[in-house]
């Protein structure tokens, strides 16, 4: 097989896309291709490169879930073919760089996935409460009377508080389900906007608070006291930062 004719093949190949017969006597031609084979390497590093770019929306957790829930692996009806040379090549290449980045990366990426699991589970689930025909659990400011829904439903204790002279007036609460795990959700209002307070129980160390935005909704996240907190909305950060700092206090 002429290299040049083997050019066609390339992408095909690298992409599992030629026939058994095919894909046999092309790997027979990277065995004496230095050429080929290095283009396969290139393949590989710029594919890494595309997904540590993150060049994706992430499914949600929960979104995942429902899909492993439906579907189940199919197990493959051959063995896998032994591996070239090229491919350990290409894996040991793959590893270096990877290593680099995440050193240099590590603690952006931990904030990162952080963002695109818990938080935008959370953010997602608080655009949907804005939603026409969205329901709240308990509609009231009265402390007491929340208090005593989440009781009945719950059995880790609810810090209701209502700031309203604070500038941040108890709507009421309701239940979710975020990760998997059942959250109580505290609705406040400032100024019109609408703000919940998503809270679980953790056992996870206290943390000092975390702030970030997703789809034009910002959040801050914080641990105390075996609670774990995260309130979310579409207004101004220092907003959130100041409600974050009395329900720290009332804690």
């Not at 027979?28 to 993150?54: I, K, P």
Request: proline share 4%; net charge negative.
């Amino acid at each position: 097989m002429r290299c040049n004719f083997s050019d066609s093949l390339l992408q095909e190949y690298f992409d599992d896309e030629l026939t058994a017969n095919t894909a046999e006597e092309f790997e027979r031609h990277l065995r004496h291709c230095a050429r080929c084979a290095t283009e396969l390497v290139d393949l590989d590093l710029l594919r890494d490169r595309l997904h540590l770019a993150q060049l994706y929306e992430p499914a949600t957790a929960s979104l995942r879930w429902r899909i492993n829930a439906r579907f189940h692996p199919i197990a493959p009806k051959t063995p896998a073919s032994k591996p070239l040379p090229w491919h350990w090549m290409a894996a040991a290449a793959a590893l270096l760089f990877i290593a680099i980045v995440l050193a240099k990366l590590g603690p952006r990426l931990q904030v990162d996935d952080y963002q695109a699991e818990l938080a935008g589970e959370i953010v997602d689930s608080h655009m949907h409460s804005l939603q026409p025909g969205s329901t709240m659990g308990v509609a009231s400011s009265d402390e007491r009377m929340v208090t005593s829904w989440f009781e009945a439903k719950l059995k880790f204790a609810v810090p209701v508080r209502d700031f309203a002279n604070e500038g941040f007036a108890l709507k009421g609460g309701r239940l979710d389900v975020i990760e998997g795990r059942s959250v109580a959700v505290l609705a406040y209002e400032r100024d019109g906007h609408p703000i919940n307070v998503f809270m679980w129980r953790t056992r996870e160390p206290e943390t000092s608070a975390r702030t970030g935005s997703r789809q034009g909704f910002q959040w801050v996240d914080w641990r105390k006291g075996k609670m774990e907190f995260c309130v979310v909305s579409d207004t101004k950060v220092a907003d959130l930062e100041r409600l974050h700092e009395l329900i720290d206090s009332s804690t």
